[in-house]
């Protein structure tokens, strides 16, 4: 049975000093539009890059003031998080790239390197709003197996997963929304219902697929809710919508929330809620794709009943760009719905995009045009999106 919940909020996702696509367009801090998480607009110390003139979207030639130096030190703070080394600087002023296709071949060698962890690492950290959760607390007496070593797990599962599907796994997008498996220890086992796991280490496990869908059902993504004013099924519905960059509007100040019966299910409370035309704006959007997760308590654990009655997780999902509600069941239900629609995707290219150039970009920017075509190209790998990101106009361009 479900454990009653607290109720919960997930702030929106993306704090940090990179520039990701914020619910309400909160944030943490993002840099501007000539902002340079990633070293643009350095001054260089070698001969200029690319002396055809600057491309247009898409083009092949690089800007003619992008200095070997400059390139080496964006490619590098972008994907190994670092300074560029010796041999890095030595290999790119020796050699300078002379076009898109050079930079992206370097990039994706520089993807091999082990370095490259952390940056994906980092990437993930903001989109799932790990850094967040790590000071999330629950109540004891509710949730007395959530201690802060649980905690530190659900944040590790979440950076072993990731960074098994981009290093070790496919690399393909869809996998990171559908995958039925983690990377599980004798604490996290529990949460999901896995027997046999025994040790403080992480190792790879299989999950029941008709329970578990890639990032949406992370312990790490379910949990990370904390005491505020929405309950978890709204809370994770704003969650579902920040993976679509589709923000959703502030509460109306003033607007108390009854505290459900002891009888009330979830739904049945959320329902009674609507009667407030001031909640129901706001709601009937989050809530209807939040209940995809009703079958998870606080802690993500799964279980088909609350309060002795079959939980009902079917949901629909209200396109971004207009059109009718479409139906799901369940958060595998809602996995396979996104992996099939184009909104996921171009807000997952937009993510990464601002990410490597510390720039917040509008919908129309041809970079990414640029970073969705190749990605689309690739079969939706995730490592031919990162090496696209430093093929584009606001990665090359000062």
């Known amino acids: 049975m479900k454990l009653p919940f607290v109720v919960t909020a997930i ?3 993306g704090c940090g000093g990179r ?3 914020m619910p309400n367009g909160a944030g943490g801090s993002q840099a ?3 902002g340079t998480a990633t070293g643009v607009g350095d001054a260089g110390t070698a001969g200029a890059i690319g002396t055809s003139g600057v491309a247009g979207a898409g083009g092949a030639t690089l800007p003619p003031t992008l200095r070997p130096f400059d390139l080496a030190r964006r490619l590098s703070l972008f994907l190994w998080e670092a300074a560029p080394d010796d041999d890095l600087v030595r290999e790119v002023e020796a050699d300078p790239p002379a076009s898109r296709d050079d930079v992206r071949r370097l990039a994706t060698e520089m993807l091999k390197d082990p370095r490259a962890r952390m940056s994906v690492a980092a990437f993930y950290r903001m989109w799932l709003d790990l850094d967040r959760f790590a000071t999330v607390e629950k109540p004891a007496s509710l949730f007395p ?3 802060p070593a649980l905690r530190d797990d659900m944040i590790a599962e979440a950076e072993a997963f990731a960074g098994y599907v981009m290093f070790d796994g496919d690399g393909l997008f869809p996998t990171l929304l559908t995958a039925d498996f983690s990377f599980l220890n004798e604490r996290l086992a529990p949460i999901y219902g896995v027997l046999g796991v025994a040790g403080p280490d992480l190792r790879k496990a299989a999950l029941d697929s008709t329970e578990r869908a890639g ?11 904390s005491n505020a004013a929405l309950p978890p099924v709204t809370a994770r519905g704003r969650f579902v919508g920040s993976l679509l960059c589709q923000g959703s509007p502030a509460g109306p100040p003033g607007v ?3 505290p459900p019966a002891p009888s009330q299910t979830t739904r049945a409370w959320l329902a009674a809620q609507m009667t407030t035309a001031a909640c129901a704006a706001c709601h009937a959007s989050m809530d209807a794709v939040g209940f995809a997760f009703e079958n998870y308590d606080a802690l993500g654990r799964f279980s088909t009943t609350e309060l002795s009655l079959t939980v009902d997780p079917s949901g629909s999902l209200t396109p971004v760009r207009g059109g009718p509600a479409l139906a799901f069941k369940g958060a595998r239900g809602l996995a396979n719905l996104l992996v099939g629609r184009t909104e996921p995707r171009d807000c997952f290219v937009k993510q990464w995009v601002q990410f490597g150039t510390g720039k917040t970009l509008d919908d129309s920017d041809p970079s990414l045009t640029q970073a ?4 689309v190209a690739s079969g939706l790998d995730i490592r031919a999106l990162i090496a696209a990101v430093t093929t584009t106009d606001a990665f090359l361009t000062p």
Do not use: I, K
């Open 11 to 13: 702030v929106a996702l």
């Open 19 to 21: 520039a990701l696509q």
């Open 32 to 34: 501007g539009g000539s």
């Open 145 to 147: 197996e959530y201690t």
């Open 215 to 225: 990032v949406l059902t992370l312990g790490a993504v379910l949990a990370n809710v």
């Open 256 to 258: 108390p929330m009854d």
């Open 372 to 375: 969705r075509d190749a990605f």
